[in-house]
């Protein structure tokens, strides 16, 4: 399918790929032949880019991405590999049964980079704090609910624990209480009148504000977007579907991610007696050297994980 209409700006910096180069290291075992690679995570292409250049031609590349701009960027972006690659726009969630639509039942290795691009921060509704825009935040604007619709309908407790959980912040209690007594009034239904509602109950200096909202916004981007349980879904599928040598490799940015990942390869780790599939090629997460983490803010947090389905 092609989704060249959707996106026409090419010069635009789309996002800042972190740890690409190992990440794909790390994907592609050189002692498999014929490799078809799932890039789950495809955003401005960084990661794609880089795999393509090791296929060889009998090799194949399957971009998938919620977001239809990422994928009519990076086609454009690799128009020069396109005889390899097959563009999916739908959930990494749903792996195994999106790749049998292509009739593929095995794969060599696939790649998550988890979270936003920056286009995505920077430029679609919903996801920044910095811009007052509407309250979206769909990845994928064919999922029903906005984060607006959420904050607006979720009872308190849910809203409590969702910014417990998922943005890891205390006292969460406080907040779920002053949405839901600015909901009982007027609807929620832009970035700016949630940071108003976050202003009228908190104190912040400035640089402790703009922590708080990031804190706040994730927790809300992660539950529109559903993004544990998609973790949890690709994670289950790979298992299935990898070949023996196949790779695994997750970029993850959020510490319940990053548990999810470590707990999941720690649980499949194949063992003396013969039980699990998996062995875990990073003993501990790798992370971004200094110079990476100086010219991309961003990948400060990022750590990475791979392992090899042996059986
Ligand atoms: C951090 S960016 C990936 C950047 C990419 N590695 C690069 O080099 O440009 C994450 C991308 O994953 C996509 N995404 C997040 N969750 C997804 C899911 N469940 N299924 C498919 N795509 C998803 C987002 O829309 C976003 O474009």
Redesign the pocket.
Known sequence: MIYSNQYNDLELD?????L?HK?VEYLINPSLNDLIIV???????????IICKQLQNSGKLIC????L??LSF?QKRLSWCQAKIEFVN????NLKEELNKSGIDRISGI??????????LEKEDGFSYMRNTPLDMR??IRDKETASDLINSKPRRELEIMFSYYGEIGNAGRLADLIAEKRKRRKIETTGELIEVINSGYNLSKSGAYDFYSKIFQALRIAV???LE??RD?LNDSLDILEEGGRLVV?S?HSLEDRMVKNFMRDNKATKKGDGKLKVLTKKALTPGEEEIKENRRSRSAKLRAAEKIK
């Open positions: 789309f996002h800042i790929p972190v690409s990440a890039d789950g995570t495809t955003g401005g292409g960084g990661y794609s880019e998938f991405d919620k977001d701009n990422a990076t739908g959930n990494f969630g790649v998550l980079d988890l979270g936003l691009s920056s286009y995505q990845a994928d977007n559903n993004e998609n973790l690709v970029v940015y």
